[in-house]
């Protein structure tokens, strides 16, 4: 998943004095979108393309339910998919985490020691702050106590969340997966105000794209 614009991926909360909308972030600082997101995201979009097929919504339809499952699922209707975080790559992560733990040892054994790198410092470089106001339409004047801010990650980042199936997909399965990829579109707080615009491929297990190969199985079947 790739931003293609600042993107807010919200917590609910905030940090007093600093921001009002906190994005999600891990211990380190790297940002992050929960798995349970994406996957909801993933099937409201398989499901707004299945309502407006036609006969062959039906079949689709199962297919549908067999991936991300039913509400109230019992034993037997349960998802056959399970989606990861979406993560910035993890050599990166890697690397990092590495780094911060070699300073949190020196400033631990060294006193006087300063840490040249922090997990806000982590966080700061891959987000930014934005600001937005309500105004007044007769005066023409902000709204008192209607500033808020929020923390946005940089547009240009690419995410990626695992796909772990119980049994092998079946080939309805990838193809309406394949949809619901090229369909996200907006993700995270804030996306119908211009956030959160982003491009989403499936690629196997040798990172090759197969998006539109699934996809063509599911212009085929509609």
Known sequence: MRLLSDTTFGRGDGVAGLVDQEVEHDVNGFPYLRGRTLKGLLSEECDNVISVLGESSSRWQVTAENLFGVSGSTLGTTSKMHVSDAYLPGKLREAVGLQLKQEEYRE??????????????????????????????????????????????????CFTAELFFEDKPTQD??????????????????????????????????????????FRDFEQGV
Not at 127 to 137: F, G, H, L, S, V
Not at 186 to 201: A, L
Request: with cysteine.
């Open 108 to 157: 631990r054994n060294n006193s006087g020691y300063v840490k040249k790198l922090t997990e806000f410092d982590v966080l700061s470089s891959l987000t930014t702050i934005r600001r937005q106001t309500a105004i007044d339409t007769v005066s023409g004047v902000p709204v008192k106590t209607s500033l808020r801010t929020s923390r946005v990650i940089v547009r240009d980042l």
């Open 173 to 214: 399965m990838l193809a309406l997966l394949a949809l619901g990829a090229l369909a996200l579109r907006r993700v995270g707080s804030g996306r119908n105000r211009g956030r959160g615009f982003v491009c989403c491929t499936l690629h196997n297990f040798q990172g090759v794209d197969v998006t539109q190969k699934h």
